[in-house]
Nanobody, 123 residues
């Protein structure tokens, strides 16, 4: 069982930056691919980006590419989502998710989820 706890959300202005953290309880955290998703009111859950378990390489949705960056610190069992040049359309609840040795862009393929953290961007 893996427990995930997100933090770092808040209210910011358009153009600002914010960094979200996701702390995991997994003993073998380095073996988990980690994904970030978001969900705005009335909308489906949307893939933001993911970072692989092995290479640590990350990939992103087109909507955030060049603005967001995912990194991980396996020694701290934590994955980060650095969000720059935030836009009002980035407003959503952000979730991190974990899957053993995979980092898909499909939310239904993840096994563990955090409780989410609200990000609100005012224009």
């Amino acid at each position: 069982q893996v427990q995930l706890v997100e933090s770092g959300g808040g209210l910011v202005q358009a153009g600002d930056s914010l960094r979200l953290s996701c702390a995991a309880s997994a003993r073998t955290f380095s073996n988990y691919g980690m994904g970030w998703f978001r969900q705005a009111p009335g909308k489906d859950r949307e893939f933001v980006g993911a970072i692989n378990w092995g290479s640590g390489s990350a990939y992103y949705a087109n909507s955030v590419k060049g603005r967001f960056m995912i990194s991980r610190d396996n020694a701290k069992n934590t994955v980060y989502l650095q969000m720059n040049s935030l836009k009002s359309e980035d407003t959503a609840v952000y979730y991190c998710a974990a899957r053993w040795r995979a980092a898909p862009d499909d939310w239904s393929r993840y096994d563990y989820w955090g409780q989410g953290t609200q990000v609100t961007v005012s224009s």
